[in-house]
C-alpha cells in the first residue's frame, strides 16, 4: 500500500485502485476498478441503471445543497432506457454533482466520493467490494498512525527549542567559539539519547553506517512523546543547576517509567481498534 499526501494506492484483489484528496474528501478511482470486472463494460453502463440514478440523486440531495434536482428529474425518467446513456461529464455539467470527478493528467480518470465507489464496488462483485471497503479501512488507520506520528514529531521540534533556549541561558558562556558552543548542544542533546535511546548520537551513526538519518528519525510515537516529555524536563533541571550526570541519572528512570506506560497504552490502543472491527 503506498500513501502520500496527493495521491494513494490501494490493492484490491490485486488491482491497484488510485485514492485521492478532493476538498478534502476521499474519492477512488472508478477507472481503475472497472479493470476488475470481466468483460467490456464502461462507467456508463453503470450511469444508465435505474437503481444507480436514484442511489446518485439521493446522494446528492444530502451533500450537495446545489444540486440541480430539475436536471436530475429529467436524467431519472430516462434511466433504464435502451435509449438512454450519459457520460460523467454530462451528469456533473447538467445536475451540478459532486459526488463523481472526472479527472485529467497523470492521475486522470473517473473518480467517485467513497460512499459512491462503495456502490460501484458492489456492481463489479459483492466480494470486490468487501475487500475494497477493507483495504480502504486500512489505508485510513494507516493514516491515521501517521498523522499521530508526524504531531508527536512537531510537538518533539517545539520542545526542543525550549531545550535549547534553556541551554543558550545557562550553559553557554559568551567567550565561547561557535564550536564550543556546538559541543555543549551536541552533548546536551546526548543526554537525551542516552537516557531514552542508550547510546549517543556518535554511537547510533557508528552502528548504521551509510544512514542520511539520524537515532531520533527511527524513533516511534511512544518514543517521541517520552522524548518531548524529557526536552521540558531537562530545561528545568538546567534552570535549576543540576549537574549533567545527576539530569541524566533522573531522566533515565523517567524515560523507563514512561515507555513501561506508553507502550502499555499503545498495545491497549491498537487492542482497541482490532476488537471493534
Known sequence: MKTNKNNRKIEVLETAITVVSVKDQDYISLTDMLK????????????????????????????????????FATIKSQAGLNSYKISVKEWVAKTGAVGLVAKAGRYGGTYAHRDLAFEFGMWISPEFKIYLIKEFQRLKEIEQEQLGWDIRRNLTKINYRIHTDAIKENLVP????PKQVNLVYASEADVLNMALFGMTARQWRNANPGEQSNIRDYANGAQLVCLANMENLNAVFIDEGLPQQERLSRLNQIAISQMKILVTDHRLERLGRASSK
Open 174 to 177: 559568551p567567550e565561547l567559539t
Open 36 to 71: 476488475a470486472k470481466d468483460g467490456d463494460f464502461f462507467i456508463s453502463d453503470w450511469l444508465r441503471n435505474r437503481n444507480t440514478v436514484e442511489f446518485l440523486g439521493i446522494w446528492e440531495s444530502v451533500h450537495n445543497p446545489d444540486f440541480n434536482y430539475g436536471e
